[in-house]
């Protein structure tokens, strides 16, 4: 019962992927401009690392050492094919703002990390769960920047206008900087100064 | 379009760092000297400059719709576009492997050099991002997606050597404790991605 948990909630906050291990960071800023592609974008990872090490993890008895990194790329991108294939059909348009970034997934090097670090020597049910923890957390961490991008730079949240247009008829004006690419950069640097913080004074 | 603005265009303003995030988990864990980090800029430019004009061949012959009807012109309606990722990073994935082993028996002293890095490299998202950027913007012929993967190699390059020399320097300053390593290191990053915005008005 508290394997499982320690499984799931660690990676969240003490062993964050993207905080504290720094990987999967490629595809973790562009996305991150609105809410809604870095929930998507989340939710995607979060599938494919989870359901990677549970297949990685049923075969790590079969696969021969030497071809392993290879094996996982397969692995990962029929995974990966499939969620495209999926987001094209059921939300086009959030496929179209995802654009290069969704093929990016099987590059992203926690899924690959998690593959070799944890998959290779754990159980099905536990590698499941260490995937599904690491993939929440990268997703939370995405969801943050994007929160903060979106409502400083548009003023929205999801889309739906938030600031209320008193604000803006008494001077307030939207950011224009945080929706471009260098913000995601400086925004993400101070979760990780704040994470890091935090955990330092427990 | 004519090969100098793209290459140009490919190096400072589409730069796969500040404009698109690409490879960043190598040039964060890599950046902390400038001699590694330009070795593995070297490395990442060689590889781009090979496998972004043979994927525009796979995906001219092979996967864009209707590419097909070079075999038979009943091939004309198959569309394997769906296939691409898969395709694309095993390609990727036997060029950095046969890269390597050519290195190693012909150019020791580059294989020395190289070495370490060159595995690395198959699951670097800047050279997966950069075949697939290829294929959206449907370059129009092998030329242009050669010269893409030069500047947007030469473009890392630039990035993570500028960013190893600032952290080289960043040593011997006073860092708040949870900022230190990776947080100071994003924040710069962020900073030299506003300087480069300074490119984007070029026109030549």
Same mark, same amino acid.
């Given at each position: 019962?508290?394997?499982?948990?320690?499984?799931v909630?660690?990676?969240?906050?003490?062993? +964050?992927p993207v905080?504290?291990?720094?990987?999967?960071?490629c595809?973790?800023?562009?996305?991150?401009?609105?809410?809604?592609?870095?929930?998507?974008?989340?939710? =995607?990872?979060?599938?494919?690392?989870?359901?990677? #090490?549970?297949?990685i993890?049923?075969?790590?008895? $079969?696969?021969? #050492?030497?071809?392993?990194?290879?094996?996982?790329?397969?692995?990962?991108?029929t995974?990966?094919?499939?969620?495209?294939?999926?987001?094209?059909? !059921?939300?086009?348009?959030?496929?179209k703002?995802? =654009?290069?970034?969704?093929?990016?997934?099987?590059?992203?090097?926690?899924i690959?990390?998690?593959?070799e670090?944890?998959?290779?020597?754990?159980?099905?049910w536990?590698?499941?769960?260490?995937g599904?923890?690491?993939g929440?957390?990268?997703?939370?961490?995405l969801?943050?920047?994007?929160?903060f991008?979106?409502?400083?730079?548009s003023?929205?949240?999801?889309?739906?206008q938030?600031?209320?247009?008193?604000?803006?008829?008494?001077?307030y004006?939207n +950011?224009?900087?945080?929706?471009?690419?260098?913000?995601?950069?400086?925004v993400?640097?101070?979760?990780?100064?704040?994470?890091n913080?935090k955990?330092?004074?427990? | 379009?004519?090969?100098?603005?793209l !290459?140009?265009?490919?190096? !400072?303003?589409?730069?796969?760092?500040?404009?698109y995030?690409?490879g960043?988990?190598?040039y964060?864990?890599v950046?902390?000297?400038?001699?590694?980090?330009?070795?593995?800029?070297?490395?990442?430019?060689?590889?781009?400059?090979?496998?972004?004009?043979v +994927?525009?061949?796979?995906?001219?012959y092979?996967?864009?719709?209707?590419?097909?009807s070079?075999?038979?012109?009943?091939?004309?309606?198959?569309?394997?576009?769906?296939?691409t990722?898969i395709l694309?990073?095993?390609?990727?994935?036997?060029?950095?492997?046969?890269?390597e082993?050519?290195?190693?028996?012909?150019?020791?002293?580059?294989?020395?050099?190289?070495?370490?890095?060159?595995?690395?490299?198959a699951?670097?998202?800047?050279?997966l991002?950069?075949s697939? !950027?290829?294929?959206?913007?449907?370059?129009?012929?092998i030329?242009?997606?050669?010269?893409?993967g030069? $500047?947007s190699?030469?473009?890392?390059?630039?990035?993570?050597t500028?960013?190893?020399?600032i952290?080289?320097?960043?040593?011997?300053?006073?860092?708040?404790?949870?900022?230190?390593?990776?947080?100071?290191?994003?924040?710069?990053?962020?900073l030299?991605?506003?300087?480069?915005?300074a490119?984007?008005?070029i026109?030549?």
């Open positions: 019962m508290s394997n499982w948990k320690k499984l909630i660690e990676p969240l906050r003490k062993t +964050n905080t504290v291990l720094v990987l999967g960071i595809s973790c800023l562009a996305v991150t401009a609105q809410l809604k592609p870095a929930l998507v974008m989340g939710a =995607s990872v979060t599938v494919v690392t989870a359901l990677s #090490n549970l297949i993890s049923l075969l790590r008895k $079969g696969i021969p #050492n030497r071809i392993r990194i290879i094996v996982q790329l397969v692995v990962v991108a995974l990966v094919i499939m969620i495209d294939q999926f987001l094209k059909a !059921f939300a086009y348009d959030v496929s703002q995802l =654009s290069v970034y969704v093929g990016l997934i099987i590059t992203n090097c926690i690959m990390g998690r593959l670090a944890f998959a290779l020597q754990n159980g099905p536990e590698s499941f769960l260490d599904l923890g690491n929440l957390g990268y997703s939370l961490i969801v943050i920047v994007a929160f991008r979106e409502l400083l730079g003023g929205t949240l999801l889309g739906y938030v600031i209320p247009q008193s604000f803006y008829e008494a001077g004006q +950011n224009g900087l945080m929706i471009l690419p260098p913000m995601a950069l400086i993400i640097g101070i979760v990780i100064w704040i994470n913080s955990t330092e004074t427990k | 379009m004519n090969l100098f603005s !290459f140009i265009k490919s190096v !400072f303003v589409d730069n796969m760092i500040f404009a995030f690409l960043m988990c190598s964060l864990a950046s902390k000297t400038v001699k590694t980090s330009a070795g593995l800029g070297l490395a990442v430019t060689f590889v781009l400059v090979v496998t972004v004009p +994927n525009y061949l796979i995906n001219k092979l996967l864009s719709p209707g590419a097909l070079w075999l038979s012109p009943k091939l004309a309606s198959v569309d394997l576009s769906f296939l990722y694309f990073i095993a390609i990727i994935a036997a060029i950095v492997q046969i890269l082993m050519l290195i190693e028996t012909f150019t020791p002293a580059l294989h020395s050099a190289l070495g370490i890095f060159l595995p690395l490299i699951v670097n998202c800047a050279i991002g950069c697939l !950027f290829m294929q959206e913007r449907g370059f129009g012929n030329g242009e997606a050669a010269v893409y030069l $500047g190699g030469l473009g890392w390059l630039l990035a993570i500028a960013i190893a020399a952290r080289e320097k960043l040593r011997y300053s006073k860092i708040p404790k949870g900022l230190q390593g990776v947080g100071i290191a994003f924040i710069i990053t962020g030299m991605g506003v300087a480069f915005m490119f984007m008005g026109k030549i």
